[in-house]
């Protein structure tokens, strides 16, 4: 994971260990904050993100990846 600090935001960016492709997610300061000292739940930290961004920040596995993983599952 590497995080990029610009103004009152941060630039997350992610290796899916599955793909290894690299994702990026904008999010704010104090909510990354707030999610890397687990005050609040991933969904109340960033509501402005997708549910794919904010499983890439949980388990930091792609949406792609993850639908793969668990499309048999869901049949």
Same mark, same amino acid.
């Given at each position: 994971?590497?995080?990029?600090?610009?103004?009152?935001?941060?630039?997350?960016?992610?290796?899916? *260990?599955?793909? !290894?492709? +690299?994702?990026?997610?904008?999010?704010?300061?104090?909510?990354?904050?707030?999610?890397?000292? &687990?005050?609040?739940?991933?969904?109340?930290?960033? *509501?402005?993100? !997708?549910? +794919?961004?904010?499983?890439?920040?949980?388990?930091?596995?792609?949406?792609?990846?993850?639908? &793969?993983?668990?499309?048999?599952?869901?049949?």
């Amino acid at each position: 994971m590497k995080i990029e600090e610009i103004a009152d935001n941060l630039i997350v960016t992610v290796e899916c *260990p599955i793909c !290894k492709n +690299d994702f990026t997610v904008i999010v704010n300061k104090i909510d990354w904050h707030d999610f890397q000292n &687990k005050r609040k739940l991933i969904q109340h930290c960033f *509501p402005y993100l !997708k549910l +794919d961004e904010r499983e890439l920040l949980m388990s930091g596995i792609c949406g792609t990846c993850w639908d &793969k993983m668990y499309k048999e599952t869901e049949e």
